[in-house]
């Protein structure tokens, strides 16, 4: 597939290419190659070039033999280019305007001008020999890139470098990088030549698609790219009895800059070996960041869409359970104690359970459905990192804190820790109610299972009571991560990036919903790409429907609904989670239709099924309370004392902390033992290197 998608990018760059050289060239009669002029034959020449130029135009001779590999040990081939040289002045000088230039035919790489090109060559046909022979130049490029990575880059990162060289990726400053934009023409084929000859006679100015010659890219420090292929030129070849790695790093630390190396009798610029060293670069990059793996179950995605209308506790009213039909049944989320007198139904219609829940939190009314996504969001950040995918995690009022994004002094503020405890409590309120077609329920349980939650709060303070408990997500929801009934990984998941629930809900009321609901549709179109290696790899929706996924409302004023549209994609893609998108038909208006491709680095992980070099570390389980402080250091053959030592801590705190075995630990103990696996010992037993 990235081999298609690099022959698509070069296509589309000669088609660039050749729309710009035919309006700098708008008369096809211009000259641009003319015959190499034998004794006697000056005026038919002239006679030939002024009857093709027409009046006044300018003509651009060059001259074959220049092009031609002469043999330097050949005098008379020396003194048989200089006459035709002389000679070819001699006719300059009687047509208006002409000039004379040699720099460009070195494309052609051949001796002989090829009889499948005309003499004289007109701009005309040369760009119709350049038009028809797309296909066969891409193909060329493609190759080379294709030869180069298979080269350089490891064989497991080879796919998604020459994605990256297709379809490029985001940078740090916000600029899309992609190789296939810059990387020099090849000379092999006929018509990449006389595209040569053309981008030499016309200047289109600082388009970088349209150069011959890759330009170093300034990102890529000469020194860091000699390093990382030095080992593969090593084995590639040698030159001089040196390692040709060596040799390049030797030549680059000295200041003599990137030579041109030569692999498999192939000649490639230090130019295109950059951009192989920068694409591989936001691989591993986007290898080593953390994922967050979401469910693109249709359950899930169903009840995403279904949580929306959902109120607050503090501002619902009577009559506001939820309900969404489906097609063999329906799914309602109830919150306890409000009765369901008034049921709001929503056609299933492709969408899923988790598409339901992020949708009915969204619709709630204010800032209440942002941040209610928002803290779904912090859910699946946790339960994917901290819970290692397992579907649950022990839960605590800092890691949701933390999982949010919100600052240190933020974190401390009672008022602050108050509401979003509560307004996690009001999730796990929740219930998912599934409905036969007779009305009957047939399935009913909590969206998050929580253990023992009946803790009380401790003392006077505002510390949550459900504070360091199991979350279990809801197995019909998470399924599609892990199978929780018999641990197997599941097969329908999506990744995104943590700093999804780290969006500011108030300054981006759609970005969570928006972001979570694109990755599952996302998933569904990515299917056949996953399972047969050909398909979409980007989601197209209209404009209308990306609206109501965003869950912005129907009766805004249309600038207004497409500016809050605009800035909140470009919070997606300011964390690196959307790649790319392009309209089709209008943009921005409900009828056009918006192509929208995920991040490359998501589709490493998620299609490509990357893997980081380093595994994952498996969740750290802390204890949280006194009794499970016993457990903890007695796993570990550790007595009180060793305990408080290794901590830093005193002994009466840890004895302290076991004799009161219902209460949780204090926070000096807590952020000692986090201390302690941030650092932990060679000798423990806690973890692997």
């Not at 004392?641 to 901590?647: G, K, N, S």
Request: glycine share 10%; with cysteine.
């Amino acid at each position: 597939m990235s081999q298609v998608e690099l022959d698509t990018a070069l296509m589309a760059r000669l088609d660039r290419v050749t729309n710009g050289l035919r309006d700098a060239y708008p008369d096809p009669w211009r000259v641009l190659v003319w015959p190499d002029p034998e004794p006697g034959d000056e005026a038919a020449i002239v006679a030939e070039l002024r009857g093709a130029e027409g009046p006044d135009l300018e003509v651009r001779a060059y001259l074959r033999r220049t092009a031609a590999k002469v043999d330097q040990a050949d005098p008379a081939e020396w003194d048989a280019t200089r006459e035709a040289v002389r000679r070819a002045h001699a006719i300059a000088s009687q047509l208006p305007n002409a000039r004379l230039g040699s720099q460009s035919t070195r494309w052609l790489s051949r001796r002989h001008w090829p009889p499948s090109i005309p003499m004289p060559l007109l701009c005309g046909g040369a760009l119709d020999l350049v038009e028809q022979a797309r296909p066969e130049i891409a193909a060329a490029v493609s190759a080379e890139v294709a030869r180069l990575v298979g080269a350089l880059v490891a064989p497991k990162l080879a796919g998604a470098v020459l994605a990256r060289c297709a379809a490029g990726w985001r940078a740090a400053d916000g600029v899309v990088r992609a190789p296939a934009e810059r990387w020099p023409w090849p000379v092999g084929p006929e018509a990449a030549g006389v595209l040569g000859i053309l981008l030499a006679a016309v200047d289109l100015g600082d388009d970088p698609a349209s150069g011959l010659a890759a330009d170093w890219p300034p990102e890529a420090a000469p020194i860091e790219v000699a390093r990382w292929a030095r080992e593969a030129l090593n084995r590639c070849g040698s030159y001089g009895g040196e390692a040709l790695g060596d040799l390049v790093v030797a030549r680059v630390a000295d200041g003599f800059g990137w030579p041109t190396v030569t692999l498999d009798e192939n000649r490639y610029s230090g130019a295109a070996v950059a951009l192989l060293f920068l694409a591989e670069r936001d691989v591993r990059h986007g290898l080593a960041r953390p994922m967050v793996a979401v469910s693109a179950s249709k359950e899930h995605h169903e009840m995403l869409t279904g949580v929306r209308t959902m109120r607050d506790p503090k501002r619902a009213r009577k009559g506001s359970a939820l309900e969404l039909e489906q097609v063999d049944g329906r799914f309602i989320l109830t919150h306890p104690g409000i009765p369901a007198a008034v049921q709001l139904a929503m056609p299933y219609d492709g969408v899923s359970g988790h598409e339901a829940v992020i949708l009915r939190l969204k619709e709630m009314h204010g800032p209440d459905g942002a941040k209610y996504v928002r803290h779904w969001a912090a859910l699946q950040a946790l339960w994917s990192i901290q819970g290692g995918r397992q579907g649950w995690v022990r839960w605590t009022l800092d890691a949701h804190l933390s999982a949010l994004g919100l600052d240190s002094d933020s974190q401390r503020r009672a008022a602050v820790r108050s509401n979003v405890a509560a307004e996690v409590e009001h999730l796990t309120r929740l219930e998912v109610v599934r409905l036969d077609d007779t009305g009957k329920r047939r399935y009913e349980a909590p969206l998050i299972h929580v253990g023992e939650r009946e803790r009380e709060r401790i003392g006077e303070t505002d510390e949550w009571r459900l504070d360091g408990m199991i979350f279990r997500a809801n197995p019909l929801i998470y399924g599609g991560v892990r199978n929780q009934e018999t641990g197997a990984i599941g097969r329908d998941w999506i990744g995104i990036p943590e700093e999804l629930a780290k969006i500011n809900h108030v300054q981006h009321p759609h970005a969570h919903a928006l972001g979570l609901l694109l990755a599952i549709r996302s998933r569904w179109t990515l299917g056949p790409l996953m399972t047969t290696g050909e398909g979409p790899d980007r989601v197209t929706l209209s404009g209308g429907k990306l609206l109501e996924l965003a869950g912005i409302p129907a009766g805004l004023r249309a600038d207004r609904a497409w500016s809050a549209l605009r800035r909140d994609l470009g919070a997606l893609e300011g964390i690196g989670m959307l790649g790319s998108y392009s309209w089709s038909g209008e943009p921005w208006s409900r009828t056009g239709m918006i192509s929208i491709r995920l991040a490359p680095w998501i589709l490493d992980r998620t299609v490509r099924r990357l893997v980081p070099d380093v595994p994952e570390r498996p969740p750290i389980d802390l204890p949280l309370t006194g009794a499970e402080l016993v457990t903890w250091r007695e796993a570990r053959g550790w007595s009180q004392r060793e305990t408080a030592r290794r901590l830093g801590v005193g002994q009466a705190s840890v004895s302290r902390a076991e004799a009161a075995p219902a209460v949780s630990l204090g926070p000096a103990l807590r952020a000692a033992l986090k201390r302690s696996t941030d650092h932990t010992p060679s000798d423990s037993k806690t973890c692997g290197p």
